[in-house]
């Protein structure tokens, strides 16, 4: 098993930053994608960056230039950093390791609020 702890998420007024983590712990071996998705209430889980093994990002379109996912290997530890945040950013954020073979963990989340 893997666990996956996220903390840095808060209330922050709009066109504020955050910058939240993910660290993995347990099982770690094998992880090779890992990414953050958010889910605002009433609405499903969406990705909104991910980092592999080797760097390669990707971003949701309506994240891009505002927000840079990172990772420290040596920590296990994936970051997010929010900039310019908008009240739409608000949700919760998930993060998620995926394992070479396909196993799949997420973490319980951490909440961002934006206010207006």
């Known amino acids: 098993q893997v666990q996956l702890v996220e903390s840095g998420g808060g209330l922050v007024q709009a066109g504020g930053s955050l910058r939240l983590s993910c660290t993995a712990s347990?099982?770690?071996?094998?992880?090779?994608?890992m990414g953050w998705y958010r889910q605002a209430p009433g609405q499903q889980r969406a990705l909104v960056a991910t980092?592999?093994?080797?760097?390669?990002?990707n971003y949701a379109d309506s994240v891009k230039g505002r927000f840079t996912i990172s990772k420290d290997n040596a920590k296990y530890t994936v970051y997010l950093q929010m900039n310019n945040l908008e009240p739409e950013d608000t949700a919760v954020y998930h993060c998620?390791?995926?394992?070479?073979?396909?196993?799949?963990?997420w973490g319980r989340g951490t909440q961002v609020t934006v206010s207006s």
């Open positions: 998620r390791a995926t394992k070479i073979l396909g196993q799949d963990y």
């Open positions: 347990g099982n770690i071996f094998g992880i090779n994608d």
């Open positions: 980092i592999t093994r080797s760097g390669t990002t």
